[in-house]
């Protein structure tokens, strides 16, 4: 059973930087890429990064691309979101997950459970 712990949230101001950890347990990690999505109030889960098994492909939504980054340790089992330029709108509960390791598939990708998210708020 896939256990995914997310930390790294919290409160900042417009403009400033946090990073999200993900760490992923239960599971064998071979050929399965990790992702973020997240949920703010009033609004569907969305996604919006993913990264590959080895780590050397990503993909981001365009709310995320230059200002966020995504990697994953050696081990693939910790996976990070660098977020700058943080805006208010990106202020939403953050969740991990694992799955395919074809990026393109991330943005339709529903996993079949989730973690308890980090909470991320953003000032203006």
């Known amino acids: 059973q896939v256990q995914l712990v997310e930390s790294g949230g919290g409160l900042v101001q417009a403009g400033g930087s946090l990073r999200l950890t993900c760490a992923a347990s239960?599971?064998?990690?071979?050929?399965?890429?990790m992702g973020w999505f997240r949920q703010a109030p009033g609004k569907e889960r969305e996604f919006v990064a993913a990264i590959s098994w080895s780590g050397d492909r990503t993909y981001y939504t365009d709310a995320a691309k230059g200002r966020f980054t995504i990697s994953r340790t050696n081990d693939q089992t910790v996976m990070y979101l660098r977020m700058s330029s943080l805006k208010p709108e990106d202020s939403a509960v953050y969740y991990c997950n694992v799955g395919p390791n074809e990026l393109s598939i991330w943005p339709t990708f529903v996993p079949p459970g989730w973690g308890q998210g980090t909470q991320v708020t953003v000032s203006s």
């Open positions: 239960g599971y064998t990690f071979s050929n399965y890429g």
